[in-house]
């Protein structure tokens, strides 16, 4: 991933002089990196306010004052001292977790990256192929299956999807598995009948389970622009998302959709994910991340 | 699709039009709501600041504060601009003049290549005749060619694919193939890929090269964000496309991506995609595109019609009628045909610049056979009943409903409504503004 912002340094020197067109330039930047309007002008404004009446003018505490500004935004609520994501699944047996998202933004490689992730934590992993409509699903799921000698309970196409989590909530119980991690099919947040499935899903989950989804995350392709704000609400109300998982951050946009997120539906972004590999997954780190965007220098 | 820009522009106009006359005041705000509207559409910010620098500059030499209806002349100027930039004209398909024509598919991962791979296919196939057949040159994703080949037994269409062989391999191998069966047609289904991939783009490149294909489309995703305009000139620096196949439209995405890379790249779009089913693919229309993004379908052409076809003495002597209470069957279906001059209901209902139109109509049930009934009522009537509707008695409805082939609830209906409607109209002229057409 990308640092967010080219350089303020550079717009520092630029506008020496104007300070409004330093202003205006740092806002350019976070918009070109899929900020949207509302949180930008945010984060400028109280960053403006806060120098102005402190009357900083040095570059190196205003570049502070923004990095602080997205950090706080970014942090989840409330932080959680020493958490290295392990902790997702101190809960009881098992603990399962939904990924949801809409087409194309890399649900099933999130899988198996999850899987491997907590496999090699010593974890055990059952794998569920809840896409039942794409042609083809449960092969490529099941290909991750056998790389990592992972069980995966499925059924044949276009079969309930519902039905499938139900045997393999059943298969986990009985096989005391730590977690349960349902790939489900991508669809389009604008198709009530594809979103009521998805609902469906989540009541078999609690019947079954006696408790919700303990993990009900949103796989984000990180190109997506200002409609993920859209997808993610959208989720949010018929789901009740517990986190966000920002994949494909290898290319070269920046991720800022997940400040937006963050700021405007106090979505925390849980798991980044970068890259063809099966380990290229991490837990998401907001120090790190702002670190990435504002680097020093 | 495209309704999140649309709204936007509907607000912004329906506020100035409202107010009527414009200040440059109103002006800067509208610029100032236009720009958020684009970016927030994801179009990309470099355009939309040349774009609003040209409509601010149009917009200024030609007085159009000055001008009777300032907020129509600042709409064709936007119109224009979005027209231009989304690139004109329709674009068919042209085919090879020695078949088989080769179409190659390219783009990021999870854009929907292989989906629109089997489109385009089946689109190609149904419009114009032509035996279409797929390669399966994806050898990286697990079960890639399973999809294809899965999706185009389900439409009946021939696949080529190969285990363990390089994707050139495959497609050289598959065009051969494909040739010797007989195929018009054949689409290549390449791996998704990053655009900074320098390996993979490579073996783009080299296929582009060693193949030769008709026709290059990148598959882009219409919620990509502003990466989308460098995406596009990567792939356009390496592959040099011919257009763009823009997916997963039936989201409520701003769809800006496409303007910002028509604007840069000059590539235009050339086909939609809009849902999972394999007919949901079509031609791009930029001008159809374009009146859906200002959001009033046709703004333009219905204030000419309106102009067109509204009499404005008659408007006045309506108004007088109004005023005086004499209002009757003669004007109002004087009126009624001059505003059906312009379009079937559903059409007029399109090009106007109302707010979430389709959900305001979606309950109201207001089709064309309807008018056509209260016309034959009307036209059932004797001069005296029109002019004089309180005369109407039973026998007289009766009558009426045997002349237009109703019922007598029918005539009942429309003289309610009618008596209804003098009554509004009535109480509209105490406010002293007269009565005048809502548009």
Redesign the interface.
Known sequence: MERLIKSINLIWNKFRRNNEGFWEELE?QF????V??ATTSMIIGDVRNHASMENINDIEKIKELIKDRVKKILMPVPPVPGDNGMNLLQGLKPSVWMLVG?????KTSTVAKLANLYKNNGKSVLLTAADT?????Y??I???AELLGLPVVHHQRFSDPGAVVYDSIEKAVAKNIDLVLVDTAGR????YNLMEELKKIKKVILKKLNREPDEILMVI?S??????K??VSIFHNALGLSGIILT?T????KGG?IITIKNELKIPVKFITSG?KLENIAFFDPQKFTDMLFPSG | MFEFLTEKFEDIFYRIRNRGKLSPGDLDEAMREIR?AL????VN?KVVKEFIGKIKIRALGQDILESLSPSQQVIKIVNEEIISILGGGISDVSFAPRPPTIFMLAG?????KTTATIKLANFIRNKYGRKVSVIAADI?????S???S??AK?INIEVYSKKDKKPLEIIIEGIDFLKKSGSDVIIIDTAGR???DPEMMHELKDIKRNVRPHQVLLVL?A??????V??AKTFNDDIEFDGIILT?L?????G??ALSINHVIKKPVRFISTG?KTDEFDIFHADRIASRILGMGDVLTFIEKAEKVIDEKKAKEIEKKILANELNFVDFVDQMKSIRKMGSIEKIISMLPIKNKTKMFSNINIDDSQLNRIEAIINSMTDEEKVKPYIINGSRKKRIAAGSGTAVSDVNKLLKQFSMAQQTMKQFSKFGKGFSLPF
């Open positions: 350019e918009i070109l990196n899929d949207s309007a809409v087409n194309g933004t890399g409509f794409r042609a083809a699903a092969e490529q099941n290909h991750y389009m947040h604008t198709s392709d190109t997506t622009g200002q409609n993920a859209a997808q494909k290898d290319g070269t946009s959709i063809e | 958020l970016l927030e559409a994801d910010f990021l991962q999870g854009t929907g990286y994703r697990p079960a890639a399973l999809q294809l899965d999706l389900q990053l655009h900074i995703d919620m990509t964000g502003q990466e989308a460098n995406i997963k039936d989201s409520d995405t701003r800006g991506a999972e």
